[in-house]
């Protein structure tokens, strides 16, 4: 059903309406200085009624993931158990100030330690810096480690650092950033790293590799092994982009597979807020030959107290004070409530899930790299003559699912990206099965109803060109 644009405030403004009431003044009543009244403030005037349902009918047109299903999961709108909100919310939390001295806060440092120790304990590296604020600034944080380690052994000549084409859009960047140069490794016909292309660029200038694993296509490397040692006898180090952990976590270990760095992206494996609700956090965990160079402080301990440590060799502070600390929280209650046994049924689940809608949608969906999937997969959206992956994308909106990832990863024509999480249920991958089966009917009966689509939104299908370039964002009645 269409829903109505809802009017703003002003528009449902009523002179002598008001929302609220004050209590009598007990103090004397004294006139505003002349000079700070104005009279052309045209508030709005509007019952508490008026208000209450003016608001919750504006909630009610967003997606959320407490409402509707996101086909895009973890990557933007993973499912926050509502424990995690109660634990970060409590007094002793929330209400600790970050100037407050080690002895008065060892509650929040014991925290902290313990979710290194949890994060050490799930990836298989020596040591944990929870600083970093967001999964990219963790990536930024592990290429500057990686070039402060060559530097610290006055090997100075590494400038390139490789990146296979089925990685996040965020490594160049970071490689970039860090005064190094990015070289594209490209993908072979299994969607794995190009081996053979891997080891023709291998030599003394190459500072790393950035690799996912599973990587954007949701396909496990499967030459793993060979990636990681080739770069490894070129005196290279092999940085993790963790950001897909929650295909792997408590089956396998990154830092156990070789990988010298990684970072953790909490809010995609261990349930903290994301896609608006954030702020992120990008824990980076690193082997022994970087353990010298984790950004700080980090927390330690020595018998039952717990004290801020800076690392020897330090790439320094990478934030104010010591990360977003409510993200911890959600992180190690979210780790705790699971625990071990739970922490792989997460995984086996994601892959459950994942390897399903693929299953039921491959026919109608052509999907490149035809392999048993990770936590997600990546179909074709050109289904029929002149119908496009965004013209799939916006009729789903009109059966009640937020859009998946289009267009990414790049090596994929008219991708569709689609990663359901583990904690769907059944009855919801085939209510989202059966739209989309029902949307690629319509894309060879009646194309044009998904080139016009959404329908059933206040705002319909957008100039997304004009809508980037020209956003009107005030209100001009």
């Known amino acids: 059903m269409w829903q109505a644009p809802e009017p703003l405030l002003f528009e449902m403004s009523s002179p002598g309406r008001t929302a609220f009431s004050l209590p009598e003044l007990d103090v004397p009543e004294t006139p505003l200085p002349p000079a700070l009244i104005r009279d052309e403030v045209n508030l709005p005037e509007i019952s508490e009624l008026e208000l209450v349902r003016h608001y919750l009918r504006l909630s009610q047109k967003n997606f959320s993931i407490d409402s509707h299903f996101y086909p895009l999961g973890s990557c933007t709108m993973k499912y926050n158990p509502k424990v995690n909100e109660a634990a970060a919310a409590m007094a002793g939390f929330a209400r600790t100030h970050p100037f407050q001295p080690e002895t008065m806060v060892q509650g929040n440092l014991e925290l902290m330690y313990r979710l290194q120790e949890a994060l050490k304990e799930i990836s298989g590296f020596a040591g944990i810096s929870l600083q970093p604020a967001a999964g990219a600034h963790g990536e930024f944080a592990g290429v500057l480690m990686m070039r402060a380690y060559h530097l610290a052994r006055g090997d100075t000549g590494r400038t390139k650092m490789l990146i296979p084409d089925s990685a996040h859009g965020t490594n160049p960047a970071s ?17 794995n790293v190009d081996l053979e292309a891997l080891k023709a660029v291998c030599d003394h200038t190459v500072v790393g590799l950035m690799l996912t694993n ?15 040692d080739t770069i490894h006898a070129c005196g290279g180090l092999v940085y993790g ?15 156990g597979l070789g990988f010298d ?32 160079f984790l950004p700080g402080p980090i927390v330690g301990r020595e018998g039952e107290a717990y004290q801020f440590v800076m690392p020897p060799k330090s790439i320094g502070r990478l934030k104010a004070f010591h990360g977003n600390f409510g993200m911890l929280i959600r992180a190690l209650t979210y780790i705790m409530m699971m625990g071990e046994a739970g922490l792989r049924e997460v995984t086996f689940n994601a892959v459950l899930n994942a390897n399903y809608l693929k299953a039921r949608l491959e026919k109608l969906y052509p999907v490149k790299y035809n392999r048993p999937c990770m936590h997600e997969f990546v179909a ?18 009109d059966y009640g699912f937020h859009p998946p990832t289009v267009y990414f990863p790049l090596i994929v ?10 904690t769907e249920s059944k009855e919801t991958l085939d209510a989202f099965v059966d739209a989309l089966v029902k949307i690629a009917e319509e894309a060879r009966e009646n194309p044009d109803l998904l080139h016009t689509a959404p329908h059933h939104t206040p705002v319909t299908r957008l100039d997304e060109v004009n809508a980037a370039r020209k956003p009107v964002l005030c209100y001009r009645g």
């Open 413 to 422: 024509h008219e991708a569709l990206m689609i990663e359901p999480t583990e």
């Open 214 to 228: 599973p990587n954007t296509l949701g396909l496990f490397e499967e030459q793993i092994s060979e990636v990681i």
């Open 261 to 292: 760095v990684m970072h953790f992206n909490l809010h995609k494996t261990f349930t903290t807020p994301h896609g608006g609700g954030g702020p992120g956090s990008g824990p980076v965990g690193v082997n022994q030959k970087l353990l010298a």
């Open 380 to 397: 074709a959206g050109n289904i029929a003559e002149g119908v496009h992956t965004m013209d799939i994308a916006k009729r789903l909106i």
């Open 241 to 255: 982009d963790g950001a897909n952990l929650n295909a792997l976590m408590g089956v396998a270990r990154p830092g």
């Open 175 to 191: 490689v970039a950033m860090s005064g190094f140069q990015a070289v594209e490794i490209p993908s072979d016909e299994r969607g």
